[in-house]
């Protein structure tokens, strides 16, 4: 099983290594480290929409489409009151606080309603429940020309030649801090413990007396709060559009779907790589018209890959 | 945006309804002042609004025009009953909102529309049905590029042009690099216009596609960088323009390029929006008149909008060329025979029989013909992005390219050059 895993890795770095000496090729290094660390940034939104997914769905089986939503009514409304003229610090307390809010409303008054249906159903439900908050923020916040800036924009430092703002730098803390924190949580603490026994077996962890609904609940909340800070990255590092962050959520499931929707430190890997072969793709007069779906791409090769034989992604319980 | 506007509205009601002061003296149609009565003539608009872009702007203004028309005479005496159809980005409903319009109802013409989709779907419609549309917020190729669709807007490409050709005049611009969607009937179209004006002029060009949902524009403003461009020309609506000049001030690029925008840009919340590290840095066509330029056309039109519309539809550029496009096709219907107007094919003759009608919101004459192709606006303003608003730093100019040949032949044989 080790020695299965090394060949893994092994093949994950020779793929990596080929794939950008081969996108690279005849290219100054400065320019193919100029979109390296430029795709690093992006691939760190990825991870970061991606292990929010995951968390969830570890806690409660739920592939929670809603996600990116919640992030994108956070961090709208954060840019109204900034714009109102209201505290920084405040505004992005509100849009953690309304993602927060979003996420347990779902999570106590629709989720329960679904619990013993199939994943797909459930997934879709988040789906129709994205598509109502998008309705909402889109009727609130006409489409016009915003933009939503936070301090740490303003300070940054240069990496191979490209010069990354602190909150990229933050963004990219942020996701390996919460896959080293959730990882400690989960296996170091009581409720973390009842997670992964719900994520396990959500039958078996109710006839053992596990508190489902509190479980779950803790689980919604942790969700809801990395929804409302990655939609405040999304806002200020992507752009201040209801429709892009709401929809952010697709890459950042195809990076959750190389952790198998389970191992957080894949999910922030593949984030990364998903990130960093689409801008190499820009380097390539051939390649660079199948940008967009590279990340879909990836996830599906990673997914083939992982499913030899072993247990579906989606079921949990082959 | 529906927050700020709604106190401004409701305040603006109860001032209205204690004061009783009137709106601005409007001028619309005969002007008569006499409501229209009697059998109304159908007149069709098709818009696109739904995540993530707005092109409503146009027809709302069109039906401010036609309610104001239709409070001062209306046609001939009839009042016009615009129906608005909504494509929300989806070929088969901008499909099902033309045959709605032109077979069911059998609208005479269809003014204003504006959207992304609509015209390449339904130009082979119009034409087969014999109708015109005076549309005012086109985008792609095939409205300016098929028999029977005529804008009042510029689109992309002509606008490209202006921006590419103020850069080369008057800011050194050697190498543009034009970032665009990745539509083909929008951003290869219009970007190549720019690239081939820069290498008609002794420079170059290139450019980066980006799709409309790509979280990532950095990748393409580095692709444009690495291609050694001096100048960067964000050929792409106001919000992935305003991301690309974000992640431009991220690696603070400002000061190393060119900055130039088609007309997107020209909208009142961007000086806002991009801030105080962009100021006078960032320079935009405009392909109707500046707001600040207040002739009569200009003055009527806010006037208009004020009386008619509603206070959250928007006073942008789609909202001059809806109101343009609508003040075109009155004065068209009310030249015409009052038997007539009710004929579509008469109707359509008439349209295209248009020649010469000027206002001050355009550069140049407003023209149809009886051609393949329409593009009568190619002439416009150019401004710089300063103090928070925009100054107008050349007055209109036509913007030069060879695009444009076939356009000035049928100019110099209706007699307008």
Redesign the interface.
């Given at each position: 099983m080790r020695n299965l895993k090394h060949l893994n890795w092994m093949i994950y770095l020779i793929a990596m290594v080929a794939i950008v000496l081969f996108l690279g090729s005849g290219?100054p290094i400065k320019?193919v480290g100029?979109?390296f660390v430029?795709?690093l940034?992006?691939g760190s939104?990825y991870a970061l929409g991606g292990i929010g997914i995951v968390v969830l769905y570890r806690a409660t089986g739920v592939l929670n489409f809603a996600n990116g939503a919640a992030g994108a009514a956070g961090v709208m409304l954060a840019w109204?009151f900034a714009d109102w003229g209201i505290w920084g610090p405040f505004t992005w307390l509100v849009a953690i606080f309304v993602a927060l809010i979003i996420s347990l409303v779902y999570g106590r008054l629709i989720a329960p309603l679904l619990a013993w249906r199939e994943p797909v159903v459930k997934a879709v439900a988040t789906l129709g429940f994205a598509l109502i908050i998008?309705g909402i923020v889109?009727?609130?916040?006409?489409?016009?020309?915003?933009?939503f800036?936070l301090p740490s924009?303003k300070i940054?430092v240069y990496i191979l030649g490209?010069?990354?703002?602190v909150t990229?730098l933050i963004a990219f803390a942020a996701s390996i801090c919460i896959v080293i924190g959730i990882y400690f949580y989960l296996y170091h603490t009581k409720v973390g413990l009842q997670m992964r026994s719900l994520a396990n077996d959500r039958d078996l962890s109710a006839l053992l007396g596990i508190p489902i609904l509190k479980v779950e609940t803790i689980a919604w909340g942790i969700s809801g709060v990395i929804a409302g800070f990655t939609g405040l990255m999304?806002g200020d590092l992507?752009?201040?559009?209801?429709?892009?962050i709401t929809?952010?959520v697709i890459?950042s499931i195809a990076a959750a779907v190389c952790g198998r929707l389970d191992n957080l430190i894949l999910v922030l890997i593949g984030g990364l790589s998903m990130?960093v072969i689409?801008?190499l793709l820009?380097?390539s007069q051939v390649f660079?018209?199948v940008?967009?779906i590279a990340p879909f791409v990836i996830a599906a090769v990673v997914l083939l890959w992982y499913q030899r034989g072993r247990r579906l992604t989606f079921s949990g319980t082959d | 945006?529906?927050?700020k506007t709604l106190p401004v509205a409701l305040l603006a009601l109860v001032v209205f309804a204690f004061t009783g002061q009137s709106h601005a003296a409007t001028k619309c149609g005969a002007n008569t002042g006499v409501t229209a009565k009697g059998k109304p003539i159908i007149v069709g608009g098709i818009h696109g609004n739904a995540?993530?872009?707005?092109f409503s702007a146009s027809t709302d203004a069109a039906k401010a025009y036609f309610d104001c028309v239709n409070a001062n005479g209306g046609i001939h005496g009839r009042p016009i009953d615009y129906r608005i159809e909504n494509d929300q980005w989806n070929p088969e409903l901008a499909a099902q909102a033309a045959s709605k319009l032109v077979i069911d109802a059998g609208a005479v013409a269809l003014v204003a529309n504006g959207s992304f989709i609509e015209m390449a779907v339904n130009a082979g419609t119009y034409k087969k049905a014999n109708i015109m549309s005076m549309a005012a917020a086109c985008a792609i190729s095939e409205c300016f590029e098929s028999s029977n669709i005529v804008s009042t807007n510029q689109g992309p490409l002509p606008s490209n042009l202006g921006a590419t050709q103020y850069a080369q005049e008057e800011l050194g611009s050697k190498n543009v690099g034009c970032i665009g969607l990745?539509i083909p009937n929008n951003g290869p179209w219009s970007c190549k216009a720019s690239i081939d004006l820069m290498k008609a002029r002794g420079g170059s060009g290139s450019m980066?596609l980006l799709?409309p949902?790509?979280?990532?524009?950095?990748?393409?403003l580095?692709?444009i960088i690495?291609n050694g461009a001096d100048t960067i020309l964000m050929n792409l609506p106001?919000?992935?323009a305003?991301?690309v000049l974000?992640a431009a001030?991220?690696?603070?690029l400002r000061d190393q390029y060119v900055w130039i925008a088609p007309t997107p840009l020209y909208?009142l919340?961007?000086p806002k929006?991009?801030?105080k590290y962009w100021d006078g840095k960032v320079f935009v066509n405009a392909e109707l008149a500046p707001f600040q330029i207040g002739g009569p056309d200009a003055k009527n039109w806010k006037a208009v909008m004020d009386a008619y519309a509603k206070p959250?539809d928007p006073r942008d550029t789609f909202a001059q060329s809806g109101y343009l496009s609508a003040t075109f096709f009155v004065k068209m219907m009310l030249a015409m025979n009052p038997k007539d107007i009710d004929n579509r094919a008469k109707v359509t003759q008439a349209i295209k029989n248009i020649s010469g009608y000027r206002s001050d919101l355009m550069c140049g004459p407003y023209y149809v013909g009886d051609s393949d192709f329409h593009m009568p606006n190619h002439a416009g303003y150019m401004v710089q992005i300063i103090n928070g608003g925009f100054k107008i730093v050349r007055e209109c100019y036509e913007f030069d390219s060879a695009y444009f040949k076939p356009h000035i032949a049928i100019e110099k044989k209706l007699g307008l050059r």
């Open positions: 290219k320019i100029l979109f430029s795709g940034a992006i939104l109204q998008l889109s009727f609130i916040w006409e489409d016009d020309p915003r933009k800036a924009d940054g490209l010069r990354v703002t990229r999304f992507i752009r201040l559009e209801p429709f892009v929809f952010m890459p990130g689409e801008s820009t380097l660079k018209g940008r967009p | 945006m529906k927050m995540p993530p872009g707005d990745n980066a799709n949902g790509a979280p990532d524009v950095n990748s393409a580095l692709e690495s106001a919000g992935l305003i991301a974000k001030e991220e690696q603070d909208d919340s961007v929006a991009l801030g959250e």
